[in-house]
């Protein structure tokens, strides 16, 4: 695919990071008060392309609104030999700021401890996690078949009634890795158009890191009341 082509795919990095959080702001301020009743310190939990980074890059952003200190990290899959001193900058900073971790499921047992031990002096500290445990559930992210198909129309500009079920299937309810085989789908040429959906029902499933949606794009999803 060329270059212009990749610009032209409604499905591209660029394109998903504009989607916003499916929140309203009665449940924004629902959502406000249950964190400061939890003393701003509590986990997003859901699988993978969920909507937990979205989620917390936006209560970030809340927070930095009202002039609130904040800082942030991302941990990946992968541990660079850069790891330490990261780790060691996020917890220097934790006096008086709001403090905002995705992927604390990566740091170990002694790792945690760490971090929490440097969270007290905290304004707060939110988490994205797998699984429940480390903090107190503040919601739990979650997908549908329907709100794939709301995302892909949004980002291809149809009104497609295509069930996009299957797809949604076959990448186990994470959306992330649905756009990206849409995406790819797109470049191909067999992406439906008004019709939705892929053409086919055996696509397959989009191997982790195919060119044009970044793995560490943000994600819109909505996500179920814990």
């Not at 990095?13 to 003393?39: I, K, Q, T």
């Not at 971090?115 to 503040?138: E, N, Q, Y």
Request: charged share 25%; aromatic share 8%.
């Amino acid at each position: 695919m060329t270059a212009s082509g990749a610009n032209a795919n409604p499905f591209r990095s660029e394109c998903v990071e504009r989607l916003r959080y499916r929140l309203d702001e009665p449940g924004w301020r629902a959502l406000l008060d249950r964190l400061a009743a939890l003393d701003h310190r509590a986990a997003l939990v859901g699988p993978c392309g969920s909507g937990k980074t979205t989620l917390l890059e936006e209560l970030r952003a809340r927070f930095a609104a009202r002039g609130m200190a904040t800082a942030h990290w991302r941990l990946g899959r992968e541990r660079g030999p850069e790891f330490q001193q990261e780790f060691a900058r996020f917890l220097a900073a934790a006096p008086g700021r709001m403090l905002f971790l995705d992927g604390a499921e990566q740091l170990n047992w002694w790792e945690w401890r760490r971090m929490k031990r440097a969270a007290r002096a905290a304004a707060g500290l939110v988490i994205t996690t797998h699984r429940a445990g480390r903090l107190p559930a503040l919601r739990a992210c979650g997908t549908t078949p329907e709100l794939l198909g709301e995302l892909a129309r949004e980002l291809a500009g149809n009104d497609a009634t295509k069930d996009f079920t299957a797809l949604w299937r076959r990448h186990g309810g994470n959306v992330r890795n649905a756009l990206r085989e849409l995406y790819d789908a797109w470049a191909r040429g067999v992406y439906c158009g008004a019709t939705g959906g892929v053409a086919g029902e055996g696509a397959g499933t989009v191997e982790e890191g195919n060119a044009g949606i970044n793995p560490a794009s943000t994600q819109p999803w909505r996500s179920v009341a814990a």
